[in-house]
């Protein structure tokens, strides 16, 4: 091969690799979701420059316009969202996610801050599949291609698109059974409407051979769903077959939401009336503070005259504390209604501090009581938890009591849990222990 056909190939190499994403937008949030079927978008777009200091969702299109990755974080660092985004079925799993296209078919892969391959839970990717450029399928797979449940236990939805646009959804675990949306719901075959925007405007529960209202247990049979100028969720209604505002088997009959810059600063809930509900633990409403990056500082608990008021855990506020230029949680801050440290009494503890290695990766968490001393805390009895890396990747998580011996985490009853890798940087193996003796081990697939 000649010199000029080197350079050729060389040249068109980097080219091709060039604009593998041709063009990026930011934006501040995601849409509420409340099924997988539309495809990934973002809410309250905002410039190159606003990104560089600015929590956002970074969306990376290839040649052919179509969403290749979707990351989160602040300039070029890549933040783990978990805290930051709705958990609603298919909101990112991850602090990267991948797009490949196939013909009738669409996989998502998952990535860590470092951009190695991840499992999130027992998922390693989710498949879209296509009829004539229709969703009529997702499955979440393990790696050998395998279904496989996520922690919802669903594992695979059905849709059917009517002619009208709307959409028939079931889903189901492995064992075929059929699943509601989310655990505390209800509703099974639903009929989704979607607005002029492409946003979900109604959900409806139905019978799978008749397609009429089904009600459910709270008197429920549909939920409504309005969007501001921006795509934020700002209002839902649960509703009977007639239309009617219901207190539905979340406790409320309707919710308001309000925003700033796509940043939610405050919600209102009620019952069918219009009357203003308190939420279970007490407070009627949570307002919501944030830096200049973007991050979540502060959450207030208000009671029926927007005042501060402690919640029935024994809290009226949650402050946390970011570090460099927002990028990293250092401490979250349980407090009394005079801003003093209390303890939230449904975990048992007063203040998380977190601290990290000079690659910026978590190494250490510990809990305090409301006198600043270590306390192990109520859920999993642990006062330390330390977090060690080999070649940026994770392998071992061990647990201490507040005198600092190793003692198991109620979660999963081991004091060490190793991760093992194999050569493309996937975990395979997790083996769990105590006392030198091994619990469990969880093989990959």
Request: hydrophobic share 30%.
């Given at each position: 091969?000649?010199?000029?056909?080197?350079?050729?190939?060389?040249?068109?190499?980097l080219?091709?690799?060039?604009?593998?994403?041709?063009r990026?937008?930011y934006?501040?949030a995601?849409?509420?979701?409340?099924t997988?079927?539309?495809?990934?978008?973002?809410?309250?777009?905002?410039s190159?420059e606003e990104?560089e200091t600015?929590?956002?969702?970074?969306?990376?299109?290839?040649t052919?316009n179509?969403l290749?990755?979707v990351?989160?974080g602040?300039?070029n660092?890549?933040?783990?969202?978990?805290?930051?985004?709705y958990?609603?079925?298919?909101?990112l799993?991850?602090?990267?996610?991948t797009?490949?296209f196939?013909?009738?078919r669409?996989?998502?892969?998952?990535f860590?801050?470092?951009?190695?391959?991840?499992?999130?839970?027992?998922?390693?990717k989710?498949?879209?599949?296509y009829?004539?450029?229709v969703?009529?399928?997702m499955e979440?797979q393990?790696?050998?291609g395998?279904?496989?449940?996520?922690?919802?236990?669903?594992s695979?939805?059905?849709?059917t698109?009517l002619?009208n646009g709307d959409?028939?959804?079931?889903r189901y675990?492995?064992?075929d059974?059929?699943?509601?949306?989310?655990?505390r719901?209800?509703?099974e075959t639903?009929?989704?409407?979607?607005?002029s925007?492409?946003?979900?405007?109604l959900?409806?529960?139905i019978?799978?051979?008749t397609q009429?209202l089904?009600?459910?247990?709270?008197g429920a049979?549909q939920?409504?769903?309005?969007?501001?100028?921006?795509?934020?969720?700002?209002?839902?209604?649960?509703m009977?077959e007639?239309?009617?505002?219901v207190i539905g088997?979340?406790?409320v009959?309707?919710?308001?939401?309000?925003?700033?810059?796509?940043?939610l600063t405050?919600?209102y809930?009620y019952?069918?009336?219009g009357?203003?509900?308190?939420?279970?633990?007490?407070?009627y409403?949570?307002?919501?503070?944030y830096?200049?990056?973007?991050?979540?500082?502060?959450?207030?608990?208000?009671d029926?005259?927007?005042?501060?008021?402690?919640?029935?855990?024994?809290?009226?506020?949650i402050?946390?504390?970011?570090?460099k230029n927002?990028?990293?949680l250092d401490?979250?801050?349980?407090l009394?209604?005079?801003?003093?440290?209390a303890m939230?009494?449904?975990r048992?503890?007063a203040?998380?501090?977190?601290?990290?290695?000079?690659?910026d990766?978590l190494?250490?968490?510990?809990y305090?009581?409301?006198q600043?001393?270590?306390?192990s805390?109520?859920?999993?009895?642990l006062?330390?938890?330390?977090m060690?890396?080999?070649?940026n990747?994770?392998?071992?998580?061990?647990?201490?009591?507040?005198q600092?011996n190793?003692?198991?985490?109620?979660d999963?009853?081991?004091?060490?849990v190793?991760y093992?890798?194999?050569?493309?940087?996937v975990?395979?193996?997790?083996?769990?222990?105590?006392?030198?003796?091994?619990?469990?081990?969880i093989?990959?697939?």
């Amino acid at each position: 091969m000649n010199k000029f056909v080197i350079l050729t190939v060389l040249l068109f190499s980097l080219c091709t690799h060039a604009n593998d994403h041709y063009r990026t937008e930011y934006y501040r949030a995601l849409p509420f979701k409340e099924t997988p079927y539309p495809k990934l978008r973002g809410v309250y777009q905002m410039s190159a420059e606003e990104a560089e200091t600015n929590n956002h969702y970074a969306f990376y299109f290839d040649t052919q316009n179509r969403l290749s990755k979707v990351t989160f974080g602040i300039g070029n660092t890549v933040k783990n969202p978990e805290d930051y985004w709705y958990t609603e079925p298919d909101a990112l799993m991850a602090p990267i996610t991948t797009i490949s296209f196939e013909e009738n078919r669409e996989t998502h892969h998952f990535f860590n801050v470092n951009g190695m391959p991840i499992y999130v839970g027992d998922v390693f990717k989710q498949v879209f599949y296509y009829d004539k450029k229709v969703r009529t399928r997702m499955e979440f797979q393990n790696r050998a291609g395998e279904v496989v449940n996520n922690q919802n236990n669903v594992s695979y939805y059905i849709w059917t698109t009517l002619t009208n646009g709307d959409v028939i959804e079931s889903r189901y675990n492995t064992e075929d059974e059929m699943q509601p949306t989310r655990p505390r719901f209800e509703y099974e075959t639903v009929k989704l409407s979607f607005n002029s925007d492409g946003l979900l405007a109604l959900i409806q529960n139905i019978d799978p051979k008749t397609q009429k209202l089904r009600i459910d247990s709270a008197g429920a049979a549909q939920n409504s769903f309005l969007y501001n100028e921006f795509g934020n969720f700002i209002k839902w209604v649960v509703m009977n077959e007639k239309g009617e505002a219901v207190i539905g088997t979340s406790g409320v009959a309707y919710e308001n939401q309000f925003y700033r810059k796509a940043r939610l600063t405050h919600a209102y809930f009620y019952n069918g009336d219009g009357k203003r509900l308190a939420l279970p633990w007490g407070p009627y409403s949570r307002k919501q503070e944030y830096d200049n990056h973007g991050n979540s500082v502060a959450d207030i608990f208000l009671d029926i005259d927007d005042k501060v008021v402690v919640s029935e855990y024994g809290i009226a506020q949650i402050n946390r504390k970011y570090i460099k230029n927002g990028r990293y949680l250092d401490t979250t801050e349980y407090l009394d209604n005079s801003g003093k440290l209390a303890m939230f009494s449904l975990r048992g503890y007063a203040k998380i501090k977190y601290s990290y290695n000079a690659n910026d990766q978590l190494i250490e968490e510990r809990y305090f009581d409301d006198q600043n001393k270590l306390i192990s805390e109520k859920i999993n009895q642990l006062a330390i938890k330390k977090m060690r890396y080999e070649d940026n990747l994770l392998k071992t998580i061990s647990t201490y009591d507040a005198q600092g011996n190793l003692t198991p985490d109620n979660d999963n009853g081991a004091s060490l849990v190793h991760y093992d890798y194999d050569k493309e940087k996937v975990n395979t193996k997790i083996t769990y222990s105590h006392n030198n003796a091994v619990i469990n081990v969880i093989q990959r697939k």
